[in-house]
DNA sequence: CGCCGGATTGATCAGTTTCAAGGCATGTGG
DNA sequence: CCACATGCCTTGAAACTGATCAATCCGGCG
């Protein structure tokens, strides 16, 4: 296990993927960037979340660490020789990358699909149930991370938070704290 | 091996996952609704493309025929057999799940951060590498497939091709048959 | 104290959507 | 054989959502 700064990078995209890491504390962000610097997050990793598991030989984002974060690292060809002997394990691998596939393509839909208040009221219904310290959403991520993750500007963000908050729908405590009020009611999934 | 004619569903989301498929001739959509009827396609299939492959219990996309389509069908158990037995085969699942997984990531950043002219191109140059018919683009889908893929709507897509063809960049002889003049030119992919 | 990154808020701008009309091909029934 | 309906596509004009530009605020820290 090794330890990673705020805004160090773990892997870089395209480079060699010779390692599968597990979160144990704090929080990393994958993400792809356009020449031009337009940046798009495609997964925010929690604690227990699996990241850089490939079979080809390159890792297709790159990986950060957004606050210092604690993370198990396994060299992936000895995770394959344990896959190759082990059905049950072979099985498990399959299933975290088809897990990152579900959660991507529920996230395709958010950006082709859903307007600015939705991105956001999905995005915090996400993080409820995975950034909940002592009944209160704890964002580890800025409005910019947020809005990279959403297809939207930093600006958008805090204007739905905003709206969100003058509706009632959440109260924010500082930038980074926030309570939900009727989770799942008007914040529709679908 | 089973045919379905344009527009018939081969699965719907969240039905159980008993089969996969394998497409021989045709082209398949998969996509995700919002209540309202929203779509975002995830992905069309073409000749040798697998999809419905899944470690979990359920679908978790709809997908239809674009054009009548002539698909393998395997029995999920017999394939998950096969797998717990056989360790290349194992691994080739793994892979295919892995490859759908990268190629949702790239849409991800296409669709949160690329403007329709771009999103267009990318989308031109995708289907270059799948659908060329002696030396001409032969899409199978309509506009509003098109948009769906790429978050837009039919009316953007429809002027940004014809933009695109104004700059001489393409040709259009109808709606479904393209030449592309300069591929990955200024049709940057990045 | 003064700086700095992050966040908020305001005003304007622009890209895309929406609404609407018309064209073109195909197919069907009189 | 032609009239007409239908589905798909194109094009135009107006409306709107979110982006851009800009100013200010806030809290932590050197």
Redesign the interface.
Same mark, same amino acid.
């Given at each position: 296990t090794s330890i990673y700064r705020a805004n160090k990078e773990v892997f870089g995209e395209s480079e060699p993927a010779d390692f599968v890491f597990r979160i144990i504390r704090g929080v990393v962000r994958a993400y792809?960037l356009?020449?031009?610097g337009?940046?798009?997050i495609?997964a925010f990793y929690f604690p227990g979340d699996v990241f850089g598991l490939?079979?080809?030989d390159h890792y297709?984002?790159t990986a950060e660490a957004v606050v210092t974060a604690h993370v198990m690292v396994c060299k992936r060809r000895q995770m394959l020789s344990v896959? @190759?002997q082990n059905?049950g394990a #072979?099985?498990e691998?399959?299933?975290f990358? @088809?897990q990152?596939?579900?959660h #991507?393509?529920?996230?395709?839909?958010l950006?082709?699909?859903?307007t600015a208040l939705e991105r956001i009221e999905s995005f915090l219904l996400e993080m409820n149930e995975r950034a909940l310290v002592s009944g209160q959403l704890n964002l580890p991520m800025t409005r910019r991370d947020i809005a990279?993750y959403?297809?939207l500007t930093l600006e958008t963000v805090s204007r739905a938070l905003a709206q969100l908050e003058e509706e009632g729908e959440l109260q924010l405590d500082g930038p980074r704290k926030i309570m939900l009020r009727r989770s799942g009611d008007t914040l529709?999934l679908?």
């Open positions: 792809k356009l020449s031009d337009r940046r798009q495609t490939e079979p080809t297709s984002v896959a @190759a059905v #072979a099985r691998i399959w299933s990358t @088809a990152s596939l579900a #991507a393509e529920s996230h395709l839909l950006l082709g699909r859903k990279d959403l297809g529709s679908a």
